[in-house]
């Protein structure tokens, strides 16, 4: 009689982890990361469900394991009316004061955050700009509008500390910050104040989360002289 036909529940145990391992064997076998700043990473800004662009999950099953996240999302600003002609801006801008920092594009910020059992967690920060992509005179008395480009930006980050169990990724965007003494000569000083980023301006957007094993996972058991007699 074998040691696993004398112990039924130790035999259920080692087929129960062959099935798991032939689950979780896939095309990615070794995996490492470097990245800065690494996790948790210092929160500048607050979770905000309203800014939130997508949402996954990932049932993580060792304590070990890693997420790889995977976002792209393209999006543009919306038009910004100046209220004043051409000729009005041209002249703010030739004379304004020295130190006057003009704004040719808007800053976004893209965070993406792990929810679980232990709380909420900035596991990556990133923030592209979008540029002004060209001035449309509009209207009757030839009001100048700013227009900006689309953008694509991705975002690439491993949470290195999953909890075990349920993890829920998502994926935000809100405005960024503008350089110090930002501002459009010629027009209103809280125009600037008028600018949003949410998820309405985003065009499309892929965002993704896969679990990765951690490296020892399969030497583990030929390390501690295991054969994986798992006999069905």
Not at 72 to 95: K, Q, R
């Amino acid at each position: 009689m074998s040691y696993y036909d004398s112990n039924g529940s130790c035999y259920d145990d080692h087929r129960r982890h062959k099935r798991q391992d032939e689950e979780e064997r896939g095309l990615l076998s070794e995996f490492d990361v470097d990245q800065s700043p690494s996790v948790p990473v210092p929160v500048t800004g607050v979770f905000n469900m309203a800014n939130s662009i997508a949402e996954v999950d990932v049932k993580v099953d060792d304590y070990d394991d890693r997420v790889s996240l995977l976002a792209t999302v393209e999006w543009s600003p919306a038009d910004l009316p100046l209220g004043i002609t051409l000729a009005a801006l041209i002249a703010a801008v030739t004379g304004a004061a020295t130190g006057t920092v003009i704004p040719l594009t808007i800053p976004a910020t893209f965070r993406i955050w792990r929810r679980n059992s232990s709380g909420t967690t900035l596991i990556s920060q990133k923030t592209d700009e979008s540029v002004v992509s060209g001035i449309a005179i509009l209207g009757t008395g030839g009001l100048v509008t700013l227009l900006f480009e689309n953008v694509t930006t991705t975002v690439h980050a491993v949470d290195t500390d999953p909890s075990k169990g349920k993890n829920e990724y998502f994926l935000t965007i809100e405005l960024g910050n503008f350089a110090p003494d930002t501002t459009i000569p010629g027009v209103a000083p809280t125009l600037l104040g008028t600018i949003t980023l949410t998820p309405q301006n985003v065009v499309s957007y892929t965002f993704s989360a896969a679990e990765i094993e951690d490296n020892d996972h399969y030497h583990h058991d030929s390390k501690k002289g295991h054969k994986k007699d798992y006999r069905d």
